[in-house]
C-alpha cells in the first residue's frame, strides 16, 4: 500500500465480523480462501471481499501457490503483530505493527513471477 490507512478505516475493518475471524485465522496458519471460508462460516465473494480490504490496509499478505494440479490459488497471511491505540489532547491514532518479516524464499518467488 502506498499510504497508511486512516484511523477510521482501520476502526471500520476491525469492526467487521469476518475482517476479525480471517486475521485470527491467518495468525495461526497462512490460509487459502476456501479453508478460510470454511473456518470463518462466510461465502467465497464475502472473504474476498474481506481480504482485499485488509491487503489494502496492510494487515494481511498475498501469495500464490501452485497445487498439484498445477492450479495457482492464493493463500493469505496476517501481517499484523499488534496494533495500539493512543488517546491524546484530543486526538485518537493508531499505530499498527506489521513486523512479519517476509519469507526469502517468498520474495524470490514473487520477483521471478514478475518476470
Known sequence: MSE????EEIFALLDDEY???ILAQT??????AKTLSDRCDASLPT????????????LLAERTEIGENGH??????ARLDS???EV??????VSLDTGRAEDPADRFTDLWEGI
Open 47 to 58: 472473504i474476498y471481499r474481506r481480504t482485499e480490504r485488509l491487503i489494502n490496509c496492510d
Open 27 to 32: 495468525s495461526i496458519e497462512p490460509m487459502s
Open 19 to 21: 475482517a476479525r475471524a
Open 4 to 7: 497508511d490507512p486512516s484511523t
Open 83 to 85: 496494533l495500539t491505540v
Open 72 to 77: 495457482h490459488y492464493s493463500i493469505f497471511e
Open 88 to 93: 491524546d489532547e484530543g486526538d485518537i491514532s
